[in-house]
Nanobody, 115 residues
């Protein structure tokens, strides 16, 4: 079982920035694909970005150029730097650790972008 401490969400104005942080409780953090997902009421949870153990990154088309994901294996942490935020970025953001067929989820942090 992997547990997370997420932080960094909040209310920001259109065009602003936020940095989300997620620290995991597992000794084997470096082997997980770490990601951030988001969900709004009534919609499916969607991938925002993920970073593989080898450092490769994947981004949703809607956030490319505005969002950067990074990881620090020594700190067992993953970060999501979000810039040029828009109202449609408003969602609950979840930290995720994935390995094989197993997913672990954080409790979520609310991001609200005002117009």
């Amino acid at each position: 079982q992997v547990q997370f401490v997420e932080s960094g969400g909040g209310l920001v104005e259109f065009g602003g920035s936020l940095r989300l942080s997620c620290t995991a409780s597992t000794r084997s953090f470096s082997v997980y694909v770490m990601g951030w997902y988001r969900q709004v009421p009534g919609k499916q949870r969607e991938l925002v970005a993920r970073v593989h153990p080898d450092g490769r990154t994947d981004y949703a088309e809607s956030v490319k150029g505005r969002v950067t994901i990074s990881r620090d294996n020594a700190k067992k942490s993953v970060y999501l730097q979000m810039n040029s935020l828009r109202p449609d970025d408003t969602a609950v953001y979840y930290c995720n650790a994935h390995i094989s067929l197993v997913d672990y989820w954080g409790q979520g942090t609310q991001v609200t972008v005002s117009s």
